[in-house]
């Protein structure tokens, strides 16, 4: 065997993580040894805010684990940190004295945080924001409670100070300029931005100078300039980074503002290359990851043979990562004399836009609020094509190009191979359509098990069927005259008809009649055929627990570490003070970790051990409260406002109404969830107007409305009709939601199912067929005699015992 | 895997277990998700998802495969595979079922 050459890393970031991967694509030449001065793996430190504000933990934001280093013969000396580099032996050498020989150094050594020498800049308390421990001392700072400081209100610094405040901190930004952000956003944006920011209660204080931090032993406070004193007991500055050259100085390589490289990365010793933050190419630095990842790939291809790679300046948009907060800016902003704008401002939405024009070219924009048609704005600037043709349309985005309305297919193939289509996942257009095109793909499920396109939040799904449409043709079958999963090529429309045809009563029956290509089914299609039987069969077929999803099967929603949440049902929202002292004693008895109020209008007690589960129940039903249904594909919530009781609008009893119809819903299966509120007026406090069925109450009877969405899509109800009294809601309300149990598909919300069949047609019968109505209303009554069983006090009497105790426990028995 | 010192330990009988369902045995800080399939067969699995961790024992069991009830992956009963395009491994347990009494092997 030949020997492999020794490749000596410097630093385990992000940069020299993604050229490692390049180079093991390419072929296995080197025997990999890195030294990193953090005592951990490489990890995504782009997430270090999510992980912050708490929407993410390290091990989500890991890149590499332990098993990678060990599949590709990695040394990894973590906590390391090489403090000479001896050229002439070719060997580097680290502060706890390991010495390491390599034929090719690659120097990865990143960046420092800035610190502003100030008087108090060594206090306990103040943090730099720059990798994990960082965040951590973040975090446990927070747990406290109290006031942070951020100084300096550039990326990193905000999304410090939204991560402190979802903490629970009260923050305050201080910033030198007199708008946020000012090298990405123009003032007409850092001034929406702020605006935002002051909006979830972070101060903002533009031009203020920093002049101490206060404290003895910690940091107590900061003084402005101005003599302005400021409380706080975490001081996090963010002002800014320094490539780290300490190393490669030492060493004797030119260095600049960072380590002097050509385009091939090399640095002036031509064994040594240097890649991430610490680079000067071009006579530029960068501070974002997708320059340093286009030099990951330019040193992989010349460390594993003759290469011309050569790495280009491009401009890089900036995102901020706080949820919720929109802004996208990308290339020059900055006024002058050959330059144009095009601004769109829309203060009711508070979105704002500018593209910025030279010579016909866009050359950079800002954009707030609205930021679709960043990446297209962005293409531009790449291609550097003219804008002559669309300048009076440009700033409305792309779906006004092409004679307005615009085609989405044609929307999409415009869009240049690299252009971002899931967002969550960063996969492009073109890696979709090689994976369709290299793994003969032809199903949105296939799509999404092979790139992860559209598999996490789903918003990206219309875009991801456009290019599967545009690179299939013929051979892309729209998803609803798919089958309704790999195991039958029946649709869902398909298989309601037939259960109720040929009467097939089982989940074996209809597999075996509709010839399921599988035995059993799968996780998709056995929850959905349960559901059709409950619903066609009510009284006759025995729910399959075994065909339910776990939430359903054990009625309580499982969380993230296995642990359940508990959410009694609070009729129409009203409780009292009863019910309150036993959730609070349950929650004392069973050291359960969080009590919260949900958006639903009751609470949730989270955290609870599944094998809790059963005397938990017993506690509130012993208290006289059933299952809340949290996690059911049935009725979830009503929510109401006070109504007539006490409101000075309240026309009607709004929440006695909202009981009611609890009352008359409660324990359906339906669908998907079904959740309905009841106000009291058109002010619409209880927000009937987004909810799967509505209601408002009019000095002459009761608005019926249905087909809201406020979830992963939104839109605004649709009336059903209007009637006169509370007896009337019950029936219509009931007939429509029997209606929507009968024909709806599995996991299709009323809205959706309304699209498909049309609202109108949904009036017609709902409304105006008296004898259709009262038939699915009495549907409805007979169903929920079966139904409305409290699934807790058939547990606590010893249903499914099986599900909450474990089958043996071997270390007890052990030791009987 | 050492069969010489294989120890085989009787954990209870095979109608505990709800066919297309599955039971956890405590072993220690280790959970172990004993599953029993349509056809009565039966199988063990560490209760962790090569993915995330989420608990096997509570997932969707089908053709021999179990989806997990966290983000849908889906792994072999027999290997611990995960099967389609995610990639990783949870450990199985050998485990066998004598007069109805179910073994398992640690
Ligand atoms: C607890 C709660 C958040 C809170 O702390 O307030 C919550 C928690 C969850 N929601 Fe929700 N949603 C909660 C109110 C809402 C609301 C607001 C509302 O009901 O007024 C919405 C928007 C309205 C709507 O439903 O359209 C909402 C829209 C969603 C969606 C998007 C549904 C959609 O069709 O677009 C999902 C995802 C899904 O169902 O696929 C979801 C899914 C979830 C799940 C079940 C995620 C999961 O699968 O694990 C969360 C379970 C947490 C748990 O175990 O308790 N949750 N969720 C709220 C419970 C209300 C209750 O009392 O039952
Ligand atoms: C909170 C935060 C949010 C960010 N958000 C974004 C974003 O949204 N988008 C974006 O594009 N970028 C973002 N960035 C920037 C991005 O994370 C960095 O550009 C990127 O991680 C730099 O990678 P690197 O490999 O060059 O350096 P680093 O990741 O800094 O890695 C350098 C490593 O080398 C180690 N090291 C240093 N000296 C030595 C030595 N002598 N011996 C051994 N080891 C040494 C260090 O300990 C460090 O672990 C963000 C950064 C932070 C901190
Ligand atoms: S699903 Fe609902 S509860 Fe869970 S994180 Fe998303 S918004 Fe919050
Ligand atoms: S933990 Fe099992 S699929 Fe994510």
Redesign the interface.
């Given at each position: 065997m030949t020997q492999k050459l020794k490749l000596v890393v410097v630093g385990n970031g992000m940069a020299p993580g993604r050229m490692l991967e390049h180079l093991f694509e390419a072929g296995d030449a080197y025997e990999v040894t890195i030294f990193n001065a953090e005592p951990r793996v490489n990890y995504d430190r782009i997430m270090l805010s999510p992980v912050l504000s708490g929407e993410k933990t390290y091990?989500?934001i890991i890149i590499h684990s332990d098993d990678w280093y060990a599949e590709h013969g990695v040394t990894l000396h973590r906590g390391e940190k090489v403090t000479k580099i001896d050229r002439e032996a070719k060997t580097v050498t680290s502060e706890g004295g390991i010495t390491a020989p390599y034929d090719k150094l690659v120097i990865a050594t990143g960046s420092n945080p800035f610190i502003i020498p100030l008087p108090g800049h060594k206090l306990k308390g103040v943090l730099a924001y720059r990798d994990l421990d960082d965040t951590h001392g973040m975090m446990e700072a927070a747990k406290k409670g109290g006031n942070a400081v951020v100084i300096g209100g550039g990326l990193l610094g905000l999304e410090a100070a939204a991560g402190l405040k979802m903490q629970g901190m009260d923050v305050t930004v201080i910033h030198l300029m007199p708008s946020l952000m000012e090298r990405q956003l123009d003032p007409a944006a850092g001034f929406l931005l702020k605006r935002e920011l002051e909006g979830r209660g972070i101060e903002v204080l533009c031009e203020a100078n920093t002049k101490q931090i206060l404290g003895t032993e910690k940091v107590e406070g900061v003084e402005l300039a101005d003599g302005r004193v400021i409380d706080a007991s975490l001081v996090v500055m963010a002002v800014g980074i320094r490539p780290n050259t300490q190393l490669a100085a030492e060493s004797g390589l030119e260095v600049g503002r960072g380590i002097v490289t050509d385009s091939t990365l090399r640095t002036s010793d031509p064994n040594i290359y240097s890649v991430g933050e610490c680079v000067e190419v071009g006579g530029m630095v960068y501070g974002l990851v997708a320059p340093l990842y286009q030099m990951a790939r330019v040193i992989a291809g010349h460390l594993s043979g003759p290469s011309d790679a050569e790495f280009k300046h491009v401009e890089t948009p900036t995102k901020l990562k706080v949820t919720g907060v929109n802004l996208y800016s990308v290339g020059e902003f900055g006024e002058g004399p050959d330059r144009e704008d095009i601004v769109l401002r829309d203060a009711m939405r508070g979105t704002y836009k500018r593209v910025i024009i030279k010579d016909d070219k866009i050359i950079g924009c800002v954009l707030y609020g609205d930021v679709a048609d960043g990446g297209w704005y962005n293409e531009m600037l790449k291609s550097g094509d003219s804008i002559q043709e669309m300048r009076d349309t440009l700033i409305f985005g792309q779906a006004y190009q092409g004679g307005g309305g615009g085609d989405p297919l044609a929307a999409i193939a415009n869009l240049s191979d690299d252009a971002e289509i899931c967002g969550c996942n960063g996969i492009s257009k073109g890696q979709i359509v090689k994976a369709i095109q290299d793994g003969g793909l032809t199903t949105l499920g296939d799509v999404r098990?092979?790139t992860k396109a559209s598999a996490s939040c789903g918003t990206c799904t219309g875009l991801v069927e456009g290019v599967m449409a545009l690179t299939l043709g013929d051979a892309f079958a729209l998803p609803d005259a798919e089958g309704m999963c790999g195991c039958t090529a029946h649709s869902h429309g398909h298989v309601r008809r037939l259960i109720k045809a040929k009467e097939l009563k089982s989940i074996p029956a209809v597999m075996q009649d509709l010839e399921w290509s599988?035995?059993?089914?799968?996780?998709k299609c056995?929850?959905a055929l349960n559901y059709y039987l409950v619903s066609d069969w009510p009284g006759e077929y025995v729910d399959d627990?075994?065909?339910?999803?776990?939430?359903e099967?054990?009625h309580a929603n499982?969380q993230?570490d296995?642990t359940y949440s508990v959410v009694p049902r609070m009729f129409g929202g009203v409780t009292t003070p009863d019910e309150l002292r036993a959730i609070a004693d349950v929650a004392d008895k069973f050291e359960i970790p969080t009590v919260k109020v949900t958006g639903g209008q009751r609470i949730d007690l989270l955290g609870v051990k599944k094998e809790d589960l059963l005397p938990v129940w017993k506690d509130l039903n012993d208290a006289g409260m059933i299952s809340g249904a949290a996690y059911a594909k049935g009725l979830r919530t009503v929510k109401t406002c006070v109504g007539q009781d006490w409101c000075r609008f309240g026309t009607q009893d709004s929440t006695g109404l909202g009981i009611k119809l609890e009352h008359l819903l409660w324990g359906s299966w339906a669908p998907a969830k079904l959740k309905l509120a009841v106000s009291g007026c058109p002010r619409n406090c209880s927000e009937s107007t987004c909810k799967d069925i509505g209601i408002i109450c009019v000095d002459s009877g009761f608005e019926i409305l249905y087909g809201g969405a406020a979830g992963l899509h939104i839109q605004g109800t649709t009336p059903l009709g209007k009637v006169a009294t509370e007896e009337e809601v019950l029936e219509y309300v009931g007939a429509l939601t029997q209606m929507y149990r009968d024909q709806g598909f599995y996991l299709e919300r009323i809205y959706k199912w309304a699209d498909r069949v049309g609202y109108d047609h949904i009036q017609d019968v709902i409304m105006n067929d008296h004898d259709a109505r009262k038939e699915y209303y009495k549907q409805f009554l007979f169903s929920q005699k079966f139904a409305q069983i409290d699934p807790w006090a058939e547990r606590v009497a010893g249903a499914e015992a099986?599900e909450f105790s474990?089958?043996?426990?071997?270390?007890?028995e052990a030791a009987e | 895997m050492n069969v010489q010192s294989q120890n085989w330990?009787a954990?209870?009988q095979v109608t505990?277990?709800?066919?297309?369902?599955s039971?956890?045995?405590?072993?220690?800080d280790m959970?172990i998700a004993?599953f029993r399939t349509?056809d009565d067969r039966v199988f063990a699995l560490e209760d962790k998802c090569p993915h995330?961790?989420?608990?096997l024992s509570?997932?969707?069991?089908?053709?021999g495969c179990v989806?997990c009830?966290?983000h849908?992956w889906?792994i072999s009963l027999e290997t611990g595979t995960a099967q389609?395009?995610?990639e990783g491994q949870t450990a199985s347990f050998p485990i066998k079922v004598e007069d109805g009494t179910v073994l398992l092997g640690?």
């Open positions: 091990e989500d098990a092979h599988t035995p059993e089914g799968c996780a056995r929850p627990m075994q065909s339910r999803f776990i939430n099967r054990v499982i993230k296995g099986h474990p089958m043996a426990d071997l270390k007890l | 330990v954990i209870g505990d277990i709800p066919r297309q369902g039971r956890c045995v405590k072993n220690g959970t004993v349509t995330k961790n989420g608990p509570q997932g969707i069991v089908h053709d989806t009830p966290l849908n889906v389609g395009a995610d640690l």
